[in-house]
């Protein structure tokens, strides 16, 4: 199981071995290099604890420890918690500001405690097989114990075409689960796993209470604070600055911040087609702010050939073709930095997506007495709108629920009917959805999209592909956007006060980082990680058709219809239209394949087409 995880940690080997419980654990040495080596247990051995991830207030809970009459013998932030357990039991997340994922192993009471941090920055993934309970930083740590049959569970096939991702609880592999975040697993000797959640988003929000100025001045505060608090590392730290507002933010935070120790490097991603804009406006804030910027330019190759790569890396399938990007930028920072920060979090929090402001058709309907827009969506509309946007439009005044559902999915509406029906035993993607906006029906409309996306597209998406890739590549991605404090706030704040009217982008974010972040760069729109996939899949869509999703023995056989398949790259135009649930196909048909077929947990070094090959020779 380890050794399926060596690349989150290539420093050093951890191990407790109990008659309860068999826990093992890879170090990336990032705080106390030499004094951290895991586990770090309390003065009478009673308590070991492992900690993937970092606690960015160790300092602070170190000094209240050390006052209560607690020896600490190392500068290690994972120190701190067997003593906060030994005082405070499973409370003692409560008091953590980081992003973890945390096993205790309480030797007098026989029982393991397994924790996620606040907002999912880490993962978990457990499965009981038999009399065992088995838990991982990444689902092939699970597979890898072979203590049950690994199968597909067919239920999230459909849920993860439709989002990118496999919704929380779930996992694509039967009886795999995810812990979801905020929450820890509770397992005693005997007893069965038992699941409690320690945290939850405030409900709070503060209309009226908080002018503009003022929230402007505490979101450039927080985000000081988070940043200087994430730059604390003993090995060099970078910044992924891609020159847009969140990671031009974090850059001038970090440039200011008084850490001591050498100064963050700026580190921007080059590709063939990338912007000069882009280049030139992460150039003019390092010049401005005294930061050593770094231009990486990664090897250019076909990712269409890197497949397997890319499945190993996701562990669990993200089908979001940004993997590829994100993979590059990490590989290439490995070579000057262990920690790189993100601006990850920003959008989720101050309204940077699309989806939190209606299009013109939006307001257009919002217009229109009930009676109009009731007889246009009888009546059909242009091409302009096709049916399930013009219902979620309709159906938008009083709720935002299903315009967000509408926002979220990724699939046209013939393509779920055809998946639904080869998929009838398809759980529900939009659950999840559901239960965060009746949690938060107190928010206003803008806010409920927003805590809808930090609560489930980030933790399932946006973090699990900036942890899978910064990991494979044995670095350290932080996100302090998702310092709790700063999350806190932003969610008291009504949404109106973060985008002002006429709404704009992140508003309130570009106000608090106006006398940092040149104005060129507060003016730019929004640009995504560029992906090289959708043209590729065109040119190649034939072989990788008849070549990947059509051999024989395939999973996407063995579910969908022969000619349905073959009609989604019948023309280019249908192609270009089915480009995202291709790759989604092709992804789950790799990782299918090399995880569950071959229980191949090792970073792969075939082509896509080479491991084809080789599994079709030993099928015969």
Same mark, same amino acid.
């Given at each position: 199981?380890?050794?399926?995880?060596?690349?989150?940690?290539?420093?050093?080997?951890?191990?407790?071995?109990?008659?309860?419980a068999e826990v093992g654990f890879k170090r990336?040495?990032?705080?106390?290099?030499?004094?951290?080596?895991?586990?770090?247990?309390?003065?009478?051995? *009673?308590?070991?604890?492992?900690?993937?991830?970092?606690?960015?207030?160790?300092? *602070?809970?170190?000094?209240?420890?050390?006052?209560?009459?607690? %020896?600490?013998?190392?500068?290690?932030?994972? =120190?701190?918690?067997?003593?906060?357990?030994?005082?405070?039991?499973?409370?003692?997340?409560?008091?953590?500001?980081?992003?973890?994922?945390?096993?205790?192993?309480?030797?007098?009471?026989?029982?393991?405690?397994?924790?996620?941090?606040?907002?999912?920055? !880490?993962?978990?993934?457990?499965?009981?097989?038999?009399?065992?309970?088995?838990?991982?930083? $990444?689902?092939?740590? %699970?597979?890898?114990?072979?203590?049950?049959?690994?199968?597909?569970?067919?239920?999230?096939?459909?849920?993860?075409?439709?989002?990118?991702?496999?919704?929380?609880?779930? *996992?694509?592999?039967?009886?795999? !689960?995810?812990?979801?975040?905020?929450?820890?697993?509770?397992?005693?000797?005997?007893?069965?796993?038992?699941?409690?959640?320690?945290?939850?988003?405030?409900?709070?929000?503060?209309?009226?209470? &908080?002018?503009?100025?003022?929230?402007?001045?505490?979101?450039?505060?927080?985000?000081?604070?988070?940043?200087?608090?994430?730059?604390?590392?003993?090995?060099?730290?970078?910044?992924?600055?891609?020159?847009?507002?969140?990671?031009?933010?974090?850059?001038?935070?970090?440039?200011?911040?008084? %850490?001591?120790?050498?100064?963050?490097?700026?580190?921007?991603?080059?590709?063939?087609?990338?912007?000069?804009?882009?280049?030139?406006?992460?150039?003019?804030?390092?010049?401005?702010?005294?930061? =050593?910027?770094?231009?990486?330019?990664?090897?250019?190759?076909?990712?269409?050939?890197?497949?397997?790569?890319? @499945?190993?890396?996701?562990?669990?399938?993200?089908?979001?073709?940004?993997?590829?990007?994100?993979? &590059?930028?990490?590989?290439?920072?490995? $070579?000057?930095?262990?920690?790189?920060?993100?601006?990850?979090?920003?959008? $989720?929090?101050?309204?940077?997506?699309?989806?939190?402001?209606?299009?013109?058709?939006?307001?257009?309907?919002?217009?229109?007495?009930?009676?109009?827009?009731?007889?246009?969506?009888?009546?059909?509309?242009?091409?302009?709108? =096709?049916?399930?946007?013009?219902?979620?439009?309709?159906?938008?005044?009083?709720?935002?629920?299903?315009?967000?559902?509408?926002?979220?999915?990724?699939?046209?509406?013939?393509?779920?009917?055809?998946?639904?029906?080869?998929?009838?035993?398809?759980?529900?993607?939009?659950?999840?959805?559901?239960?965060?906006?009746?949690?938060?029906?107190?928010?206003?409309?803008?806010?409920?999209?927003?805590?809808?996306?930090?609560?489930?597209?980030?933790?399932?998406?946006?973090?699990?592909?900036?942890?899978?890739?910064?990991?494979?590549?044995?670095?350290?991605?932080? %996100?302090?956007?998702?310092?709790?404090?700063?999350? $806190?706030?932003?969610?008291?704040?009504?949404? +109106?006060? !973060?985008?002002?009217?006429?709404?704009?982008?992140?508003?309130?974010?570009?106000?608090?980082?106006?006398?940092?972040?040149?104005?060129?760069?507060?003016?730019?729109?929004?640009?995504?990680?560029?992906?090289?996939? #959708?043209?590729?899949?065109?040119?190649?869509?034939?072989? +990788?058709?008849?070549?990947?999703?059509?051999?024989?023995?395939?999973?996407?056989?063995?579910?969908? !219809?022969?000619?349905? +398949?073959?009609? +989604?790259? @019948?023309?280019?135009?249908? #192609?270009?239209?089915?480009?995202?649930?291709?790759?989604?196909?092709?992804?789950?048909?790799?990782?299918?394949?090399?995880?569950?077929?071959?229980?191949?947990?090792?970073?792969?070094?075939?082509? *896509?087409?080479?491991?084809?090959?080789?599994?079709?020779?030993a099928c015969g």
């Amino acid at each position: 199981m380890t050794g399926a995880i060596r690349h989150r940690g290539p420093d050093s080997d951890g191990r407790s071995s109990t008659e309860f419980a068999e826990v093992g654990f890879k170090r990336l040495a990032i705080i106390d290099l030499a004094g951290g080596t895991q586990p770090l247990s309390n003065e009478s051995a *009673t308590v070991d604890v492992f900690l993937n991830g970092e606690i960015y207030n160790f300092q *602070t809970l170190r000094a209240e420890l050390l006052q209560r009459g607690h %020896v600490l013998r190392t500068h290690s932030d994972t =120190e701190v918690l067997p003593h906060l357990y030994e005082d405070f039991g499973p409370d003692m997340f409560l008091r953590l500001n980081g992003m973890f994922s945390i096993c205790v192993v309480d030797h007098a009471r026989r029982q393991l405690l397994v924790a996620r941090d606040h907002f999912g920055v !880490k993962q978990m993934y457990y499965a009981v097989a038999g009399h065992a309970v088995i838990f991982g930083s $990444e689902l092939k740590a %699970v597979l890898a114990a072979d203590l049950f049959e690994a199968r597909i569970d067919r239920a999230s096939i459909l849920p993860y075409l439709a989002l990118f991702y496999c919704p929380e609880p779930h *996992t694509l592999v039967q009886g795999v !689960k995810k812990l979801p975040p905020g929450s820890f697993l509770k397992l005693a000797a005997g007893r069965e796993p038992q699941i409690s959640q320690y945290y939850q988003l405030p409900l709070s929000q503060e209309e009226g209470r &908080c002018s503009e100025a003022e929230a402007v001045e505490q979101t450039r505060h927080l985000l000081r604070q988070a940043v200087k608090l994430q730059l604390q590392a003993d090995v060099p730290v970078g910044v992924s600055l891609s020159g847009g507002v969140d990671s031009s933010a974090i850059a001038c935070a970090a440039a200011s911040a008084d %850490v001591s120790g050498r100064r963050p490097l700026a580190l921007t991603i080059s590709w063939p087609d990338t912007s000069p804009l882009e280049q030139r406006c992460a150039a003019e804030l390092c010049r401005a702010h005294g930061l =050593e910027h770094t231009v990486l330019q990664p090897p250019l190759t076909n990712p269409l050939n890197q497949l397997p790569l890319l @499945a190993w890396t996701s562990d669990e399938p993200v089908a979001d073709p940004a993997t590829y990007s994100q993979l &590059c930028v990490s590989a290439a920072a490995r $070579e000057r930095v262990t920690v790189l920060l993100s601006g990850a979090g920003g959008d $989720e929090l101050f309204a940077g997506y699309g989806r939190y402001f209606p299009s013109w058709k939006a307001r257009l309907f919002s217009r229109l007495p009930p009676v109009a827009q009731r007889g246009l969506y009888a009546l059909g509309v242009g091409r302009r709108i =096709e049916q399930p946007e013009l219902r979620a439009l309709v159906a938008m005044r009083p709720s935002r629920l299903e315009w967000h559902c509408h926002a979220m999915n990724c699939l046209a509406s013939e393509q779920r009917e055809a998946l639904q029906r080869n998929l009838p035993e398809s759980r529900d993607a939009y659950e999840g959805f559901r239960r965060h906006f009746g949690r938060h029906a107190a928010f206003d409309a803008v806010n409920q999209q927003m805590v809808c996306d930090l609560l489930t597209y980030l933790p399932e998406q946006v973090l699990p592909m900036l942890d899978r890739t910064t990991m494979a590549s044995s670095i350290e991605g932080r %996100v302090p956007f998702l310092d709790v404090p700063l999350v $806190e706030f932003a969610f008291t704040l009504p949404s +109106l006060l !973060k985008t002002g009217w006429p709404a704009s982008p992140k508003r309130l974010l570009k106000r608090a980082v106006a006398d940092w972040v040149p104005k060129s760069i507060l003016d730019r729109p929004k640009l995504g990680m560029p992906s090289p996939f #959708t043209s590729l899949i065109v040119r190649e869509r034939e072989r +990788l058709v008849r070549g990947v999703l059509l051999r024989d023995g395939s999973l996407a056989r063995s579910i969908f !219809k022969v000619d349905w +398949l073959r009609q +989604l790259v @019948a023309t280019t135009e249908q #192609t270009q239209r089915n480009v995202y649930l291709l790759y989604g196909l092709l992804l789950l048909e790799v990782w299918n394949l090399l995880f569950l077929r071959e229980k191949n947990y090792h970073r792969p070094s075939v082509s *896509t087409f080479e491991l084809v090959g080789m599994s079709a020779a030993a099928c015969g």
